[in-house]
């Protein structure tokens, strides 16, 4: 069976969803197809085919979007290409990442307010409010991803 409008309209609308956030949209439609595609492993031959776009344009979009651990490469014995997939515990391992960056920007932001120790309280406002963001969710993202595994746990455990 071929693919459908429907499935490339909604790889294109995940596409659209994260290019709001930056993300190229060569790069939003792989993560929209990998979402949806069967087999769920696919070669950059096979993403290229399907996305109409040139390998290389896959190449730069799974270079872009493996270090976030969201999507990873896979090698099968014997097989000389690489396969796409959405790693089983991908989305995780994205807002794990994020949550570094949260932390890492928390501290960013605590060297800023010291250089402006002395400066009026009008000046360090702007800053001070990013630090307390970025302080806050570095506080309750692990927890709410502790909660989210726990959930999954119960919910796997509940079909077994």
Same mark, same amino acid.
């Given at each position: 069976?071929?693919?459908?409008?429907?499935?490339?309209?909604?790889?294109?609308?995940?596409?659209?969803?994260?290019?709001?956030?930056?993300?190229? /949209?060569?790069?939003?439609?792989?993560?929209?197809?990998?979402?949806?595609?069967?087999?769920?492993?696919?070669?950059?031959?096979?993403?290229?085919?399907?996305?109409?776009?040139?390998?290389? @344009?896959? @190449? @730069?979009?799974?270079?872009?979007?493996?270090? @976030?651990? /969201?999507?990873?490469?896979?090698?099968r014995r014997g097989e000389r290409q690489e396969y796409f997939r959405i790693a089983a515990d991908g989305w995780s391992r994205m807002l794990m990442r994020r949550y570094e960056y949260a932390a890492a920007f928390r501290d960013l932001t605590a060297t800023g307010l010291s250089a402006l120790a002395d400066a009026p309280a009008e000046r360090r406002e702007r800053l001070e409010n990013v630090h307390a963001l970025y302080g806050f969710l570095a506080g309750e993202l692990p927890a709410l991803l502790t909660r989210w595994q726990t959930e999954k746990e119960q919910k796997h455990d509940r079909r077994s």
């Open positions: 069976m071929g693919t459908t409008d429907a499935e490339l309209d909604f790889a294109d609308a995940i596409a659209a969803f994260f290019a709001r956030e930056g993300m190229p /949209l060569i790069a939003g439609r792989v993560i929209g197809w990998l979402l949806i595609c069967d087999p769920p492993e696919q070669t950059a031959a096979e993403l290229a085919d399907v996305l109409e776009v040139s390998r290389s @344009s896959i @190449s @730069s979009a799974t270079r872009l979007l493996t270090p @976030s651990g /969201l999507v990873e490469g896979v090698r």
